[in-house]
Every structure is written in structure tokens, then in C-alpha cells.
């Protein structure tokens, strides 16, 4: 992750649920300047919050969408950072294969690997 790129906020969901359910509760309370997301996020709905919350969305749209929408390019590509995120705890076998039976479980081991893989910030003394 880029040096100041911190994990804000984790909601676990169903396997078969859509990710775009949770996207309002993982952005409420904050205020973002911008919100960078894939394709699965681009909703109505979503928008209108983003609207709401004064933030600018970098959400590309789905390919059946009618209107087309195409995010600033230099923010899109900034999305690498949560992807490589990802990618690190899941190096974690307990996240990526979900072996905890409970919730609590499996939420509290992502958190954990989630701390071990994010940098300590830079401090800079003199």
C-alpha cells in the first residue's frame, strides 16, 4: 500500500449477497472526496449517496449499462492500492479459505492480517 493507505472499515457479507448492498454502510459517517470502486459498485442508488456525502465517484460502469460513465483515469488507477491489499491478506490461509465457523472468528483473523500487512507510517524526526 501507498505510504498513508489505511483499511477504514470492514463488512463481512454472504458469499451470495452483492457487494454494492454493504457500499452505503462502508461510506456512511465519512466524507470522502472521492470513492474509487469496480464496475460491481455502480449503482443508482450508490451514486445518489456519493451525491448526498458531496463525493465525487470513480466507478467505471458496467459493460449492459445504457449511459456510460467513465471515471477520471488518474484516480481509477490509484484502485491497484485496495486490489494489492487484498491480494496480501489473502496470503493468509485462514482468509482465504474461510476455514472459522463463526463470523466474529473470521472478521477478527482479516483485521489481524489486515494490521500485519498494512505499513507503519513514515515518522520523520530531526
Known amino acids: ?20 448492498t454493504q457500499a452505503a454502510a462502508l461510506i456512511a459517517g465519512l466524507k470522502p472526496g472521492y ?24 466507478i467505471p460502469s458496467p459493460k449492459n449499462r445504457k449511459i456510460k460513465r467513465r471515471p477520471n483515469k488518474a484516480r481509477y488507477a490509484r484502485r491497484n492500492v485496495v486490489e494489492r491489499f487484498f491480494g496480501r491478506i489473502k496470503h493468509f490461509r ?6 472459522d465457523k463463526k463470523d466474529v472468528n ?9 494490521v500485519i500487512v498494512t505499513p507503519l ?3 520523520h524526526t530531526t
Open 1 to 20: 500500500m501507498t505510504s498513508g493507505a489505511r483499511a477504514v472499515r470492514f463488512l463481512l457479507t454472504g458469499g451470495q449477497r452483492h457487494d454494492v
Open 94 to 99: 485462514r482468509v482465504a479459505t474461510r476455514y
Open 35 to 58: 470513492v474509487i470502486a469496480d464496475r460491481a459498485y455502480d449503482s443508482a442508488e450508490f451514486r445518489k449517496q456519493l451525491r448526498r456525502q458531496k463525493a465525487k465517484a470513480a
Open 106 to 114: 473470521y472478521l477478527g483473523f482479516v483485521l489481524l492480517a489486515s
Open 121 to 123: 507510517p513514515v515518522v
